[in-house]
């Protein structure tokens, strides 16, 4: 096969017709560890990945579809130009990923960890999450401000109350 890379136009941010790819495909990979890997136009399909953790790797025009993560962990890794499909995710962990026109499509996270730059992109596309946990940091600012709306909505809801256990005690009519 005379594939490894896979020729693309990174401003219209489209494959050519006649790109190939280097294909992976109904495999199993079990407790490995990749540490500065560089995966360049490769197609991972049906491939299941074990206990599989990936430090300081880049995937580079590549495609993930129909995959399975079992209690993998991504960390410190780089997204480029890469699509990933059909997947599901469970009990993975995405710790300091970037994601650089590589959007998460259709896919599955179960019992898994995001960080906020991972959640943020896979909430924009059709992904479902169960039991999943995110890091997503609030400032003191934010903080403080969604402390002071939650104040707001209780002294409204109490005031409220007020007034119609007042109308109901003492027969005011709503007016």
């Known amino acids: 096969m005379k594939t490894l890379t896979q020729f693309f136009n990174p401003f219209l941010n489209e494959s050519q017709a006649d790109a190939q790819y280097e294909v992976i495909e109904n495999m199993t990979l079990d407790a490995k560890n990749f540490n500065g890997l560089s995966i360049s136009g490769s197609l991972f ?75 943020h992109y896979a909430s924009k596309e059709e992904n479902t999450f169960s039991s999943c946990m995110s890091n997503n940091d609030l400032t003191w600012d934010q903080a403080l401000a969604a402390e002071e709306a939650e104040a707001q909505v209780v002294k409204l809801h109490t005031e409220t109350f007020t007034d119609l256990l007042e109308n109901f005690l003492f027969g005011k009519q709503a007016a």
């Not at 579809?65 to 993975?92: A, D, L």
């Open 45 to 119: 399909s049906l491939t299941t990945f074990k206990n599989v953790t990936f430090e300081f790797c880049v995937f580079y025009g590549s495609k993930m579809e129909n995959c399975k993560f079992v209690n993998c962990k991504f960390s410190n890794c780089e997204f480029k130009f890469t699509s990933i499909s059909h997947c599901n995710f469970t009990g993975t962990e995405f710790e300091n990923c970037n994601w650089d026109f590589s959007p998460i499509r259709k896919s599955e996270f179960n019992f898994s960890r995001l960080d906020a730059v991972t959640m």
